[in-house]
Nanobody
């Protein structure tokens, strides 16, 4: 059964850090590019970061560039999003999604995802 399970969300003060994890089940992570999205209340879903299957390409939205870092550990079937210098505007539900690209792909920019997680809530507030 294919699943993506996000974890690591919670309440953090402005300026703090969180590390989100996306654990995948039912498929081989090596063949997939992974994208992190977020959706704040009343706002559209925003693509914030992606990583290619080869790990050679990463991308960040301007809103998180320099503060967030995406990484993956295929041996652990997991992808991570390290979030530093968090702001109240980062408050949202964070989702990971996977798209099949084959191994050693350099691309992570895809509009259609094959699988989605259910999300984890991040709240940045004092």
């Amino acid at each position: 059964q294919v699943q993506l399970v996000e974890s690591g969300g919670g309440l953090v003060q402005p300026g703090g850090s969180l590390r989100l994890s996306c654990a995948v089940f039912g498929f081989t992570l090596d063949d997939y590019a992974i994208t992190w999205f977020r959706q704040a209340p009343g706002k559209e879903r925003e693509k914030i970061s992606c990583i290619s299957s080869s790990e050679r390409t990463t991308h960040y939205a301007d809103s998180v560039k320099g503060r967030f870092t995406i990484s993956r550990d295929n041996a652990k079937n997991s992808v991570y999003l390290q979030m530093d210098s968090l702001k109240p505007g980062d408050t949202a539900v964070y989702f990971c999604a996977a798209v099949f690209t084959g191994r050693d792909s350099y691309d992570c920019h895809y509009s259609d995802m094959d699988y989605w997680g259910k999300g984890t809530l991040v709240t940045v507030s004092s």
